[in-house]
């Protein structure tokens, strides 16, 4: 099937099962039946809008953390009371888009931030739902590129401003707190850090109930990590059961924003071989991605298993390599695959999630097209780009 995609649509692809998506946004509801809950992908993983729409459709919300994600997101037809706009760092502008789109809620990440929006949803007339990013200081255990959780971080806030911050936005009469966020990492194996999180943050919620600032939304951000190369992974019955364990007797929307764990192992990124390399001391397969398509091997070392079609037998150590012009641009070290020839297929597996949305177009490489599978049928839902496209605003400035 990868083969006819290839010859079909031409290398480097991404290629996204739209019912693995379905099936894993079905499991988090299933795990989280037990409350309110509102599932807000974080668009960040994937911002196709074939795949936000899919995911729409299916009754998600949507994580954003940039006006044009927000966009994006009321583009393919998401509620406005189910958008969510987070970030540490949103330009005036953004804020006052997203407020006068009257979204569900804007994350704050510092005091200065609020004033900002205190000031401009003054300016527009409105009063401003808006929510806190606690940063609880617990360790995710995960890659330090990825761990946001920690003082050390640039996120959130302490638990001691956040409550500062609440008591004035409770006293301000253009912010509305309504909501509480953490999110403390990505690509996280471990339940405990989720489990210490959700009780420093509950334990604010019912420090603010006494003073009668009433919070609706209890977002435990995303961060559930996915097998990428046989890891146990965190059963999600357990993983709700420990943030419901420190909600007893909180009236609150069980709100959470994944964005890995619900598209991450539906993609998979196909490219073909060029050429075998061998120096005598070390192999190479060259192929025609890159790490401008696919960044995660050389950003954080991230593991991406690899599968040849077309070869099979003759194993030995490689590294898979692509055409870009730094040692970085790498899709696997010392990985053993068969002797492979020109124009066999390898499929980069558990590439739906941070790929794509990562991508650039350095060595002036044109950004790749996207395939969705819908019940085992094809549809495009990127085209490739072309030269045009890559130089288009710079040309009309020449
Ligand atoms: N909410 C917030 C506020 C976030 O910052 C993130 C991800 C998420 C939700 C979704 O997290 P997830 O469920 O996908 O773990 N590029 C990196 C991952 C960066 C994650 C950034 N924040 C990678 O390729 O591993």
Request: charged share 25%.
């Given at each position: 099937m990868y083969k006819d995609l290839a010859n079909k649509y031409g290398t480097p692809l991404y290629v996204y099962d739209f019912n693995h998506i379905e099936k894993q946004f079905i499991k988090l509801k299933e795990a989280f039946k037990a409350r309110k809950s509102l599932v807000c992908y974080a668009?960040?993983?994937?911002?196709?809008l074939s795949v936000l729409k899919h995911l729409k459709d299916l009754g998600a919300g949507c994580d954003c953390v940039s006006i044009g994600e927000v966009k994006r997101a009321l583009h393919v037809g998401v509620a406005r009371y189910k958008i969510i706009f987070s970030g540490v760092g949103k330009r005036d502008d953004e804020i006052r888009e997203a407020l006068k789109e009257d979204i569900l809620m804007i994350n704050l990440e510092s005091e200065e931030e609020m004033g900002r929006v205190e000031l401009i949803a003054k300016e527009l007339g409105i009063k401003a739902r808006i929510s806190i990013r606690v940063n609880?200081?617990?360790?995710?255990?995960?890659?330090p590129y990825i761990?946001?959780?920690?003082?050390?971080?640039?996120?959130g806030v302490d638990v001691d401003n956040a409550k500062r911050m609440y008591i004035k936005a409770k006293n301000s009469?253009?912010?509305?707190?309504v909501g509480i966020h953490f999110h403390i990492g990505s690509?996280?194996?471990?339940l405990e850090p989720f489990r210490e999180a959700a009780k420093v943050v509950s334990d604010l919620v019912r420090n603010l109930q006494s003073l009668?600032?009433?919070?609706?939304f209890f977002d435990v951000g995303g961060g559930v990590g996915i097998d990428y190369e046989g890891e146990e992974t965190i059963n999600l019955y357990d993983y709700s059961q420990a943030i419901f364990e420190n909600l007893t007797g909180l009236d609150v929307t069980l709100t959470c924003e994944p964005g890995r764990f619900l598209v991450g192992n539906s993609g998979v990124f196909l490219t073909k071989v060029l050429y075998e390399k061998n120096n005598g001391k070390k192999r190479f397969v060259i192929v025609d991605g890159a790490m401008n398509d696919l960044g995660r091997p050389s950003l954080y070392g991230a593991y991406h298993d690899i599968e040849v079609i077309g070869s099979e037998g003759n194993e030995s150590k490689t590294d898979v390599v692509g055409p870009?012009?730094?040692?970085?641009?790498?899709?696997?070290?010392d990985r053993v695959l068969p002797l492979t020839k020109h124009d066999d297929l390898l499929v980069i597996k558990?590439?739906?999630?941070y790929c794509f949305t990562m991508s650039s177009n350095y060595n002036t490489r044109a950004r790749v097209a996207e395939v969705a599978l819908i019940d085992g049928k094809d549809k495009l839902i990127r085209e490739r780009d072309n030269f045009e496209d890559m130089i288009k605003n710079e040309a009309k400035c020449i």
């Open positions: 668009v960040k993983a994937n911002s196709n609880p200081n617990i360790d995710a255990k995960t890659h761990s946001t959780g920690l003082h050390d971080n640039k996120f009469e253009n912010l509305i707190p690509q996280i194996t471990e009668k600032i009433d919070i609706k870009v012009c730094e040692s970085t641009d790498f899709f696997a070290k558990s590439a739906g999630a």
